[in-house]
């Protein structure tokens, strides 16, 4: 199983400032999909990003899959205080696996 | 879209008692099942995965069984609980790539 990092792991921030978080791996991904937790609860996908480069946008949130397939990004802009929660990153391996990185805890203060 | 029910949400048990969690998926048909186990509200550890009726896939050694009677049912089992099993367990199901999550089960061991 190849491991994927995340970084931060923690990131405390101001309503209204933007942040990056990032996920990586040694070996190439064929798809990658970003999920976000709250306490309690499962997580919930974001997006699904599959294609060198790709670039996709939900609301204020910016995904970003590395040309060489290895890394993607997540970027939030103006947070807000529901951004708060953990951010996993996922990726499919061989026999229907999606494996997970260890999130980025993300608070965002009032 | 699939809907995952997960019973019981919260568990206290003695160590050395059996357990038995749960999990029925509704909205579709001949689905990949996961157990997964949540530490501390960090990333997601595989532990069990099925692509049909009785036919499990365990990812680590440990003190956890799981079976897959129905199509649609996932139970996660043990005869004699550990303190180190305490955790959020979580099932998912995946028919279509994307990975939907149940509300998960929060299990603590005394």
């Known amino acids: 199983t190849q491991l994927l990092e995340q970084s931060p792991q923690f990131l405390s921030i101001q309503e209204g400032e933007n942040l990056t978080v990032y996920c990586n791996s040694s070996s190439v991904f064929s798809s990658l999909q970003w999920y976000r937790q709250e306490p309690g609860e499962g997580p919930v996908l974001l997006v699904t990003v599959v294609t060198g480069g790709e670039v996709k946008k939900l609301k204020r949130l910016t995904f970003q899959f590395g040309d060489a397939r290895k890394d993607s990004s997540l970027h939030i802009t103006a947070a807000q205080p529901g951004d708060t929660g953990l951010y996993l990153c996922a990726r499919g391996e061989y026999g229907n696996k999606l494996v997970f990185g260890a999130g980025t805890i993300l608070r965002v203060k009032s | 879209s699939q809907t995952i029910h997960q019973w019981p949400a919260t568990l206290v048990q003695p160590v050395g008692s059996p357990l038995s969690l749960e999990c029925t998926v509704e909205?579709?048909?001949?689905?990949?099942l996961y157990w997964y186990r949540q530490a501390a509200g960090r990333g997601l550890q595989l532990l069990f995965y099925s692509v049909g009726i009785g036919q499990i896939s365990s990812e680590v050694p440990q003190n956890l069984s799981a079976s897959r009677p129905q199509d649609r049912q996932f139970i996660l089992s043990s005869k004699k609980l550990l303190l180190s099993d305490s955790g959020f367990y979580l099932c998912a199901c995946t028919s279509t790539g994307e990975l939907f999550f149940g509300e998960g089960s929060r299990l603590t061991v005394l």
């Open positions: 909205g579709t048909s001949n689905p990949n």
